[in-house]
């Protein structure tokens, strides 16, 4: 199956900094990815959906100036969490479909694992 | 997306067969059911997906009532590899993200 990439897979930070997450889809091209976060025994709450080449869509409670979303090309989509602060601490996920598939099959990254302190 | 329920937990033992239940009794005509699971620390990976046949693959079986009001994921023999939360989901086709309820965190016993 196709695969998506996410780098770093663990980050710790102190508050205040920013942090990049990037997500990649190794073997297809993909104009439209999506980011999730999740909290500790709790389900993936869907935060934006990543364009290329034109501005995310946001999630209703999801702060675009917090997470700034960006998709320069059709396999790289980049989440930064600016001005981090412990209660961002969280397991984010990035998404993509591969165009073709009967399935419509959603492929997601390993995810990333940020530690604010 | 219309929304699912499925239970918080379930516990089977290994080498058993496992039936995963969804009721979504919202659905509309056009609602896909899919269903993921995503193992411990892990991103989803799709396991199998059905409108109103039952269908059947590497992973699992789907099975989908006739009035399509509910489902049921069938995991043949159950492993320890299996253990996971197993999430049910409605969607339309085209590309809208998927939308994640609560799901089944399902338990294996050696």
């Known amino acids: 199956g196709a695969v998506v990439s996410q780098h770093p897979s663990r980050v710790i930070c102190k508050s205040g900094t920013s942090v990049k997450i990037e997500c990649r889809s190794l073997?297809?091209?993909?104009?439209?990815m999506f980011w999730y976060r999740q909290f500790p025994k709790k389900s993936l709450m869907l935060m934006a959906t990543?364009?290329?080449?034109?501005?995310?869509?946001?999630e209703q409670g999801v702060e675009k100036d917090k997470f700034l979303i960006n998709h320069a090309s059709l396999t790289l989509s980049t989440l930064t969490v600016t001005s981090a602060h412990p209660e961002d601490s969280s397991f984010y996920i990035c998404?993509?479909?591969?165009?073709?598939?009967?399935?419509?099959?959603?492929?997601f990254g390993p995810g990333t694992r940020l530690t604010v302190l | 997306d219309a929304k699912t329920t499925q239970p918080n937990s379930m516990e089977s033992n290994e080498e058993e067969p496992v039936h995963l239940p969804c009721n979504h009794s919202t659905i509309s005509g056009t609602d896909y059911i899919h269903w993921y699971r995503q193992l411990p620390s892990q991103g989803p990976e799709y396991v199998i997906h059905g409108l109103t046949s039952n269908v059947n693959n590497r992973m699992a079986s789907l099975a989908i009532a006739e009035d399509r009001k509910s489902s049921t994921l069938i995991l043949h023999r159950a492993t320890l590899r299996d253990a996971a939360v197993y999430y049910c989901?409605?969607?339309?086709?085209?590309?809208?993200?998927?939308?994640f309820g609560k799901g089944t965190r399902l338990s294996v016993i050696a």
């Open positions: 989901i409605l969607r339309l086709p085209g590309n809208t993200p998927l939308v």
């Open positions: 990543s364009n290329e080449g034109s501005k995310a869509t946001y």
């Open positions: 073997d297809f091209q993909a104009t439209t």
């Open positions: 998404s993509a479909r591969k165009p073709g598939l009967e399935n419509n099959e959603q492929f």
